[in-house]
T-cell receptor
Framework: KAGVTQTPRYLIKTRGQQVTLSCSPISGHRSVSWYQQTPGQGLQFLFEYFSETQRNKGNFPGRFSGRQFSNSRSEMNVSTLELGDSALYLC????????????FGQGTRLTVV | QQQVKQSPQSLIVQKGGISIINCAYENTAFDYFPWYQQFPGKGPALLIAIRPDVSEKKEGRFTISFNKSAKQFSLHIMDSQPGDSATYFCAASISAGNMLTFGGGTRLMVKP
């Protein structure tokens, strides 16, 4: 059974640009969550999607957005990139909503220069 | 506001020893407490999880102890091995969704 797949693995973008990251969950999983990991702030929740609906949102500015498609694949978008957006962005998938095992992908390492 | 506090930030243990990592939470609505292990360049991997209706859960060399009244939980790694050297994160969530609140992480080094 394939795990959570995130693409691309690495990205370098310039300040002011926008970026789109992709996540394919484990087959059959309907919940996808996104997290930002930085040395200073640790792992922080961005948002969660379940059956194409955003269920929860973390404390991030509106520049961070996401969506989920009917096949459960998800994308997150960051507009007007700032240097502080440099981080490892992790996607996690779960079989259903609420207190279930979350399986993480290897992440996308975004560097903003 | 950090809702899950984790200690220590780093830990060095001799091979065969016991590694102990502690976490404390503030939100009494939390009802799911997982531990994750992360190696460099990899995403976090679920190790073991507990719900507040039990005080202890053991899986192999890994044990979670849970103290609901103190709002604390801990991870014990018995017979620690060099391969256990990684960063460990505790987390907590509320049953309404899959939003995990993570502790700050503990970098464990097991010396041979």
């Amino acid at each position: 059974k394939a795990g959570v797949t995130q693409t691309p693995r690495y990205l370098i973008k310039t300040r002011g640009q926008q970026v789109t990251l992709s996540c394919s969950p484990i087959s059959g999983h309907r919940s996808v969550s996104w997290y930002q990991q930085t040395p200073g702030q640790g792992l922080q929740f961005l948002f969660e999607y379940f059956s194409e609906t955003q269920r929860n949102k973390g404390n991030f500015p509106g520049r961070f957005s996401g969506r989920q498609f009917s096949n459960s694949r998800s994308e997150m978008n960051v507009s007007t990139l700032e240097l502080g957006d440099s981080a490892l962005y992790l996607c996690a998938s779960s079989g259903r909503q609420g207190n279930t095992e979350a399986f993480f992908g290897q992440g996308t390492r975004l560097t903003v220069v | 506001q950090q809702q899950v506090k984790q200690s220590p930030q780093s830990l060095i243990v001799q091979k065969g020893g016991i590694s102990i990592i502690n976490c404390a939470y503030e939100n009494t609505a939390f009802d799911y407490f997982p531990w994750y292990q992360q190696f460099p360049g990899k995403g976090p991997a679920l190790l073991i999880a507990i719900r507040p209706d039990v005080s202890e859960k053991k899986e192999g060399r890994f044990t979670i102890s849970f103290n609901k009244s103190a709002k604390q939980f801990s991870l014990h790694i018995m017979d620690s091995q060099p391969g256990d050297s990684a960063t460990y994160f505790c987390a907590a969530s509320i049953s309404a969704g899959n939003m995990l609140t993570f502790g700050g992480g503990t970098r464990l080094m097991v010396k041979p």
